[in-house]
């Protein structure tokens, strides 16, 4: 196998144009998207520091790409990669997962964050549970640590009436005007879910540039004129997805205040009845299976598993891994 790595902050645009077309015969070809609309916004938009971007050349061309974001000293590194589907199973995948824990534990000295073998290993997400990639992580001495289940329901089923609490209205985003008060009720919200939780006003309006973003599917309820929940909607096209255009509960967030009122399930069900009412005939969600408070939610709105995502760590102790390359 005759290959090499490119390791780089910033790509040009020429190196993105060839990277998203991997991505879509990826997605063509696996019926799932490889890489997540975080990694997607950072192709596309730039915006995380530190973060590293990998790029495996064959001899006729781009081979994979690898993302790499070791910003979080108590999880850990985190990343993604995709080969493109002529050139798997030739190598190609373990050369570029190499490169990429080689250069998170360089820079975990650099930093002197915890290094593999103890805290902060390299976790990697794998979309759709593919077969390929537990064969390339048990190769390197990965473990399954967490799993994410994808949800759907049919929009033609019956899912009855959204019933707010007593003294709350809801209304329609407004660009401009409700950044700030998302946020913070966003943070608390998540808490406990940095993912989510730690999102910034510029990772709010990196979403609101994309195409997908309509204002009018994003549902804000008040008390009085404090925010305390929210239902963000998605709509999904037919382009490298795998489906005809779908809905997606983007985002259910709550204010703690308002915990056990059932303003998040009216809140679901408003965007529901939102989705079904622009002609899509299924909508999807992410939850996590380690959650199951949230899934039997789901479930008695008519919600059941579809796909999985998984999301692999490195275990292994082998020795080359101790120091940088």
Excluded: C
Excluded at 9 to 16: A, I, M, N, P, T
Excluded at 235 to 256: L, Q, R
């Amino acid at each position: 196998m005759n290959a090499h790595v490119l390791i780089r902050e910033r790509l040009g645009d020429d190196e993105v144009t060839s990277v998203l077309g991997l991505v879509e015969a990826a997605a063509e070809a696996d019926g799932v998207r490889p890489l997540n609309e975080h990694v997607m916004l950072h192709l596309r938009y730039g915006g995380d520091t530190g973060a590293k971007s990998f790029l495996l050349y064959a001899e006729d061309g781009l081979a994979g790409f690898a993302h790499l974001d070791p910003t979080d000293p108590v999880e850990g590194p985190s990343g993604e990669l995709v080969i493109s589907p002529p050139h798997r199973r030739r190598g190609f995948g373990r050369r570029l997962l190499d490169a990429v824990l080689i250069e998170s534990i360089r820079l975990a000295a650099e930093r002197s964050l915890p290094a593999i073998p103890g805290g902060g290993r390299l976790r990697l997400w794998a979309h759709g549970d593919h077969p390929g990639a537990s064969r390339l992580a048990a190769s390197a001495g990965f473990t399954r640590v967490r799993s994410l289940w994808q949800m759907r329901r049919s929009l033609y089923a019956e899912m009855g009436a959204a019933v707010l609490p007593e003294g709350v209205q809801i209304r329609a985003f407004v660009p401009g005007k409700d950044e700030a008060a998302w946020l913070t009720v966003n943070a608390r919200a998540f808490a406990h879910h940095p993912e989510q939780g730690s999102w910034t006003l510029d990772d709010l309006d990196q979403r609101e540039k994309e195409p997908w973003f309509d204002p009018a599917g994003f549902f804000l309820a008040f008390r009085d004129s404090k925010l305390v929940g929210f239902h963000w909607t998605k709509i999904h096209g037919a382009d490298g997805h795998g489906h005809d255009a779908i809905g997606e509960v983007y985002v259910v967030g709550v204010d703690p205040d308002e915990q056990g009122s059932g303003l998040g399930k009216a809140l679901t069900l408003t965007g529901l009845a939102h989705l079904r009412a622009r002609g899509l005939s299924q909508v999807m969600l992410y939850v996590d299976e380690e959650n199951p408070v949230a899934i039997r939610v789901y479930e008695s709105l008519g919600f059941s598993r579809w796909d999985t995502d998984v999301m692999y760590a490195d275990y292994s102790t082998a020795p080359w891994r101790g120091a940088p390359a």
